[in-house]
């Protein structure tokens, strides 16, 4: 869980931060790679030198993508939303069987695969710790193995942190496959190109930029909609689905593509027996 800090200290830590001992000041302050890049990114706003703010854009560059990808597809799920009545673990199972008929084993979860305690054990302690505990119990039982999934914390996940539980610390506790790679923003590389993966965490929490990235990735929305390069990916089960006029809501998943020349998104429903595909962008790389 991240350090509280003042605009001070995080100029401080700015000003001190480089490439060698950038890991080492994650470890100390307890900053994800994410969180340690929107820190320097605020502290470009600051009073820094030119050669200060001309090292820090450099360092930020070179440290934007977490890691970078050998597969040639990614599968996406988002909104899963465990311990929630219309979280549905059959739409996951499909979704992910799916992903195994095509090869892919590579996944990206865009958060909320918890729901948190309900608003409604807020001023129960300890029936909000049995909650978000019986939802890490579900995970680690139910979520389909045999893939390696990437998980960005949203809003959801922070229901968590919001009762002493250290979600960086039961994940890897309870499974070995699934691993957090970020909360709020995190942005990684599949072949050439920067994929921003998002889910709004509600929080000031420094959230690095968009910046330079190919094609961002969102969940949180619970429907599929575009805009220009910004794609939003459905929940993968029944909750909060309904209507709306800027997107398609209805249970699914996604594909991501990497064709060399361009990459192509396809949004799956899983509200007929089979996934039928509703959903298909392609974005043309910069040569």
Known sequence: MVKQMDKTQYLQIAKKVNLANFDDFMEHYH????????????????NL???????LKKLLQKKKSLFQLTDTKVGIVSDIHIGHSQMNWDYVYRAYD???????????????????????????????????YSQ????????????????????????????????????PAKRNDVFSIGEGRCCVTLGNSILSLNHPTLTNDFIPSEENSFLSLTGHGHAFYKNQKHLSVTTCSDFSL????????????????????????????????EPREVRQYS?????
């Open 31 to 46: 900053l994800t790679q994410g969180q340690l890049l929107g820190l320097i990114e605020s502290a470009l706003y600051s």
């Open 49 to 55: 030198s030119l050669l200060q703010a001309t090292y």
């Open 98 to 132: 799916f992903f195994a008929e095509n090869d892919i084993y590579t996944v990206f979860n865009l958060g909320d695969l918890f729901h948190g305690f309900y608003y409604k054990s807020r001023n129960n302690p300890n029936r909000a710790v049995f909650e978000c």
């Open 136 to 171: 890490l119990v579900d995970f680690e039982t139910h979520y389909p193995k045999g893939f390696t999934t990437f998980l960005i914390h949203g809003n959801h996940e922070k229901r968590f942190e919001d009762v002493g539980m250290d979600l960086w610390e039961h994940i």
């Open 242 to 273: 309904q209507k709306n006029s800027y997107g398609l809501a209805v249970p699914g998943f996604a594909i991501l593509e990497d064709e060399k020349k361009q990459l192509t998104f396809k949004g799956y429903s899983l509200e007929d027996k």
């Open 283 to 287: 974005f043309i790389k910069k040569r």
